[in-house]
């Protein structure tokens, strides 16, 4: 990373630690080093004569916050984030003597309205569809509910098709096991059958080198599909289909705790916040009983 003498050495240190023993997503990696890379950009423009990250005081950072004052509260929220997550791995490894963003607050994030799809949508997109591998990325984000990042991890070793099962790995490397069956597994099985032929252990090789195709591809796919099915592609993703899965659950009478170990969530707050505004009212009432 690009950054003065130890600002870029120790925000090295802090992304493999994150990888190698978070094992946090690929995805998470990369916003952490772009919002490392803005502050020492935005640190060597206004405040040249600080040299090591130990100089770096309160004031500096709610200074950085008050530069941001265009940007949406959601990447103001997480750019703080990531510098109070960097300064306490600095502080907790003794790289610091003080923790400059320890106390620091960051901005209030409206709550936004689940962003789930409803029935037409969900078949105009299946019917824009154009061979088996979008058939299946869709199959598995609607029939399991799955991150993006868990979809890209799939490996052929965690499918049971015969018995309709598919494992997946979340965040913090948890792994859950999930039905697969129905529109799902028939559309696992059609794009296994033309799947390219390579040594790559994943259900999704890229072409290149046989690793896990990145989340962006399939975002990229399921952006296309949408809008050839005439909606709005920026409120169609990956995501979505996930919102979508939680939702239907509920509406069909699913139990909410089913619905969280299905979702991989630690708290039913957070399942909670994965269904529809109807829906979300029956899921209300059981976290009142259960508080």
């Not at 154009?130 to 609607?142: D, H, K, M, V």
């Not at 799902?184 to 390219?196: F, I, K, S, Y």
């Not at 299905?262 to 909670?272: D, I, N």
Request: aromatic share 8%.
């Amino acid at each position: 990373m690009e950054g003065r003498g130890a600002f870029g050495r120790l925000a090295e240190e802090f992304l493999a630690y994150l990888k190698d023993y978070r094992r946090s997503a690929r995805g998470t990696l990369t916003g952490y080093r772009g919002d490392l890379r803005r502050f020492f950009e935005w640190l060597r423009e206004i405040h040249p004569e600080i040299s090591e990250p130990g100089e770096v005081t309160r004031q500096h950072l709610i200074e950085f916050g008050s530069s941001m004052g265009g940007f949406k509260p959601a990447t103001v929220a997480r750019r703080i984030g990531t510098l109070k997550s960097w300064f306490r791995y600095l502080a907790q490894s003794d790289r610091i003597q003080k923790n400059p963003a320890a106390d620091l607050l960051t901005p209030r994030i409206p709550k936004r309205l689940p962003r789930s799809l409803d029935l037409d949508d969900v078949r105009r997109v299946k019917a824009a569809a154009r061979n088996t591998f979008e058939r299946c990325i869709l199959g598995l984000l609607l029939g399991t509910g799955c991150r993006r990042a868990e979809l890209a991890g799939i490996r052929l070793c965690d499918l049971d098709l015969r018995e309709g099962w598919l494992i997946l790995r979340g965040k913090g490397n948890k792994e859950r096991q999930v039905p697969l069956v129905g529109e799902a597994a028939r559309a696992v099985r059609e794009w296994l059958a033309e799947r390219p032929l390579c040594d790559s252990g994943f259900l999704f090789p890229a072409p290149i080198d046989g690793k896990p195709m990145c989340g962006e591809t399939f975002s990229y796919h399921v952006a296309r599909m949408a809008e050839r099915a005439g909606l709005d592609r920026y409120k169609v993703t990956p995501h979505a289909f996930r919102h979508t899965f939680a939702t239907d659950l509920c509406r069909a009478g699913v139990d909410l705790r089913t619905i969280q170990e299905l979702l991989g969530h630690s708290s039913l707050q957070t399942t909670s916040g994965y269904v529809s505004s109807n829906a979300a009212l029956k899921f209300d009432a059981v976290l009142r009983l259960q508080g």
